[in-house]
């Protein structure tokens, strides 16, 4: 079965949000939860070296996925623009170009990071068992690369045209497999860390199997693959990937200069990290599910040119991040000591988990305002912006103050450090697409042209 195009051009705004969002909120949910699953079952083994090798292992678990969400919002980006105007036949083969340079770039990089993982732990900071368990991890995950890449890209197809149920489910179902096979593998086979590695693998396949075949066999959205026509596509996938890669290079950079800043502290501080890190993606995954939500919904309505949709659509983003994030700091303010046993945290752990739940929580706000900026600059053509934020808030902001915030207040202040940078770079990414959406005119001097019909392939 096939979806009407511009399902996103009329019709009420805070609906549509709605409805996207907590598809793409069930499904985000059910993605960090498999990492948050994987550290809680391991920190059942009452070991802080199994917890901090899985922290030092993140910076690199995040730069897979940074790369992962850049071909993802490639898909996005292009394959909602040529649905808002009217295209199908040409977001089908932008689809499969865009899957087929995803899986190329994906294969490569497996090579590299499989071999890199060791050596880059060590620049982390990471030694003895941390290290060795750490790249155990980081070696088995790092194999279903292609396979998270083609996971993402689908689900993203999905939303863009959509789709957004199947979608929302593949990663449900994700989530239960892993969830189940987590104690299995853990403790029933008693593989420690490599059976946490190994039940990630398996529930990544599992995604990827259920969204590609609603891609493929549902909604028939694979266009015939042409060698000449990708050549040409190239251009316009970099021009989203490259920016968007460049720029969630920034996270995981200033994820690894965090994780190192905390190491010299200690294993509790390590570990205090590593929890933080899969506590924060699962309590405010509304705001990475906002800018999911948002994506298909703002292309659709830049590409038809509606451009006081596009304006409103702002409105509504920043009333929900700003209640969102209070109702979830007020939350996290009052489970602080229950996440805290919940995790088996040593003291100095539990000190650390503390600050971020009672004092650092509700900046995230200035996350969720960042992540939908960034959203709004790369679906209406501007994805060097985004770039330039992202690499900006990491190298120019949290980087430093972490570094600071760690001369004079030890590891709290690498905490304060990075809700500093945060802050800073989430308001002025917010007011500059703020002021952009609001110009008349500005919005459609970006529109890409969609390839005469004459120029493109009859699709299979």
């Known amino acids: 079965m096939s979806l009407q195009p511009q399902y996103f051009v009329n019709g009420s705004i805070l609906r549509h949000i709605f ?25 059942l083994l009452g070991d802080v070296d199994v917890v901090a090798g899985l922290g030092f292992a993140w910076p690199l678990i995040f730069f897979t996925l940074a790369v992962s969400l850049g071909i993802s919002t490639a898909m996005t980006a292009l394959v909602s623009r040529a649905e808002g105007q009217g295209d199908r036949e040409r977001a089908r083969i932008l689809a499969t170009h865009i899957l087929v340079f995803g899986l190329g770039l994906s294969v490569l990089m497996t090579i590299v990071l499989w071999w890199a993982a060791p050596h880059m732990l060590t620049l982390l900071g990471a030694d003895g068992r941390a290290h060795a368990l750490g790249t155990s991890y980081l070696q088995i995950v790092m194999l279903c690369l292609p396979v998270l890449v083609l996971s993402m890209s689908s689900g993203a197809l999905l939303r863009a045209i959509g789709a957004k149920q199947r979608s929302m489910w593949a990663k449900i179902a994700g989530a239960v497999t892993n969830g189940g096979l987590d104690p299995i593998f853990i403790f029933g086979f008693g593989w420690g860390v490599e059976g946490a590695a190994w039940a990630t693998v398996i529930s990544r396949v599992v995604i990827m199997g ?19 026509l990708f050549v040409r ?7 989203v990937t490259v920016p968007v890669g460049l720029a969630k290079i920034g996270p995981p950079m200033a994820s690894g200069f965090i994780m ?55 409105h509504t983003v920043w009333g929900l991040i700003v209640v969102y994030g209070l109702m979830v700091s007020a939350l996290l303010f009052l489970l602080s000591d229950h996440l805290a046993a919940l995790f088996r945290a040593t003291p100095d752990t539990a000190y650390l988990l503390s600050v ?43 980087i430093p103050l972490v570094w600071l915030g760690s001369i004079y207040f030890g590891a709290v202040g690498v905490l304060w450090g990075q809700a ?41």
């Not at 409805?19 to 920190?43: E, I, K, Q, R």
């Not at 596509?233 to 021009?239: E, G, N, R, V």
């Not at 500093?420 to 989430?426: E, K, Q, T, Y």
Request: charged content about 15%.
């Open 19 to 43: 409805s996207m969002a907590h598809t793409s909120m069930l499904a985000l949910v059910a993605m960090v939860l498999v990492d948050a699953l994987d550290l809680f079952f391991l920190s």
């Open 420 to 460: 500093g940078g945060i802050v800073l770079f989430g308001l002025l990414t917010g007011i500059v697409s703020y002021r952009l959406a609001s110009q008349r005119g500005s919005l459609n001097s970006s529109v890409t042209k969609p390839i005469p019909a004459t120029q493109q392939p009859k699709v299979s």
């Open 356 to 398: 971020f739940c009672t004092a650092i929580a509700p900046l995230y706000m200035f996350l969720g305002l960042q992540f939908s900026s960034h959203t709004f600059f790369n679906v209406t053509g501007r994805p060097n912006l985004a770039m330039i934020a992202d690499l900006a808030k990491e190298l120019l902001g949290v």
């Open 233 to 239: 596509d190239l251009a316009d996938i970099a021009k």
């Open 210 to 228: 259920i969204a590609f075949y609603g891609v493929r066999n549902v909604h028939h959205m694979l266009g015939h693959f042409d060698a000449k």
């Open 260 to 314: 190192a800043s905390v190491a010299k502290y200690g294993s509790d501080a390590v570990a205090a990290m590593a929890i933080i890190e899969r506590i924060a993606p699962f309590a405010f995954v509304g705001f990475m599910a906002l800018p999911q939500a948002i994506g298909p919904i703002i292309g659709q309505n830049f590409a038809a040119g509606r451009s006081d949709r596009v304006r409103a659509i702002w």
